[in-house]
Nanobody, 117 residues
């Protein structure tokens, strides 16, 4: 059974930082591209950042320079370091695992990030 479990969300003031984590099980983690997506209220889910199996990263323009995605293949875990948070970053953040070989993908249940005074 595949499980992606996010953690680290919460309430933070503008300008603050949070670190999200996603622990994966039930997949051959090292061959999956991993990513973070987010969905704000009444908006579509959007890509935040991805990291390929060989460590290449990609970011949405809105988070470049503020967010950093990383992966630890030894621990089957990815992280999203979020700095200089702004209210527009408020959303549920979802972990994603994608296998390019057959386009199988999996989603976590999400963790809520709220940026507010």
């Amino acid at each position: 059974q595949v499980r992606l479990v996010e953690s680290g969300g919460g309430l933070v003031q503008p300008g603050g930082s949070l670190r999200l984590s996603c622990a994966a099980s039930g997949i051959n983690f090292s061959v999956y591209a991993m990513g973070w997506y987010r969905q704000a209220p009444e908006k579509q889910r959007e890509l935040v950042a991805t990291v390929t199996m060989d460590g290449r990263t990609n970011y949405a323009d809105s988070v470049k320079g503020r967010f950093t995605i990383s992966r630890d293949n030894a621990k089957n875990t990815i992280h999203l370091q979020m700095n200089s948070l702004i209210p527009e970053d408020t959303a549920v953040y979802y972990c994603n695992a994608l296998y390019y070989g057959n386009l199988n993908q999996y989603w976590g249940k999400g963790t809520l990030v709220t940026v507010s005074l």
